[in-house]
């Protein structure tokens, strides 16, 4: 294979890669988007969790919005073809949705906001797991 072949391939690559980071993202930020800040009680006894949002979650919403304004800066067409994205809604330029898709997967990958990645447990490198008492 010729080096323009390997740069197409690794491109393509890329942009799935960039592709699978902003819709695992989205999905979870579209998730705690309609969440309460406050919960005094659940009388759903068939609940499985809490649908209020707690300190991880706020500060998951919080680093997503971040990322996004780092990614589509000011632009307002980026910004209502981002808002459009989320919400599920037609967008009118595609390319427009490309770039949104390419631009914010690229940094949310880059600051590990998967939420398989975000929520983890933080482990210490050289640290004893230990036991609950």
Do not use: W
Request: some cysteine; proline content about 6%; glycine content about 2%.
């Amino acid at each position: 294979m010729s080096d323009s072949n390997l740069t197409r391939v690794a491109n393509r690559e890329r942009t799935a890669a960039n592709r699978v980071a902003f819709r695992e993202t989205i999905v979870a930020y579209r998730e705690l988007e309609y969440r309460h800040p406050v919960q005094a009680m659940n009388l759903d006894s068939h609940a499985k969790r809490s649908m209020a949002l707690n300190p991880a979650s706020i500060d998951f919403r919080v680093d997503c919005e971040n990322a996004v304004l780092a990614a589509i800066g000011a632009s307002p067409n980026l910004h209502s073809t981002f808002v459009a994205l989320v919400n599920d809604e037609p967008v009118d330029d595609p390319k427009l949705a490309e770039e949104v898709i390419d631009r914010c997967g690229r940094i949310f990958t880059a600051r590990q906001l998967a939420p398989y990645l975000y929520f983890a447990p933080k482990v210490r490198v050289g640290s004893i797991p230990r036991r609950a008492a």
